[in-house]
């Protein structure tokens, strides 16, 4: 017997307050934000980004909250929180093993993106294409990314 579910099938489960979504067949929760990210327990450290990204290899750290560090976490800018977000938080960011940080700026309309281990960070507007190395199959112009 598979794992794998048909559309009908999807669509005749119980109504849950859980989202989820179907993708090959196979039923996936969905984190949306905003959401938890416990970096370190012990410490009472929790923060919320904006978005992220956790792959598949990693998907056990998310429960009831995320209970590790994203794979790629985005903070949108905003005027009063960027600074916290480019140095406290980025700082965190590193210590506790995100890979890449993207910083999406209206203003400009750039996208930042910062190697967490210390790669360096190139930025991206207009007509440029978006490089990742968290998500390398990613085409996307920068400009897109505030439509």
């Not at 792959?55 to 916290?84: K, Y």
């Not at 977000?85 to 309309?109: H, M, N, P, S």
């Not at 190139?122 to 998500?135: E, K």
């Amino acid at each position: 017997m598979s794992d794998r579910m048909s559309t009908d099938e999807y669509f005749r489960r119980p109504e849950s307050n859980r989202p989820a979504e179907l993708v090959q067949g196979f039923v996936r929760d969905v984190v949306l934000s905003p959401m938890d990210v416990v970096l370190d327990k012990d410490a009472g450290l929790v923060v919320q980004p904006d978005l992220m990204f956790i792959s598949n290899a990693r998907a056990s750290i998310i429960q009831n909250h995320i209970w590790g560090a994203p794979d790629l976490v985005v903070e949108v800018a905003s005027p009063n929180p960027e600074h916290r977000d480019r140095t406290i938080k980025l700082a965190l960011y590193r210590k506790y093993g995100v890979r890449e940080c993207w910083f999406v700026q209206e203003r400009g309309q750039r996208v930042d993106i910062v190697d967490c281990s210390g790669g360096g960070e190139v930025s991206f507007a207009g007509a440029q294409m978006v490089r990742s190395q968290v998500l390398d199959e990613l085409t996307v112009k920068a400009g897109d990314c505030f439509l």
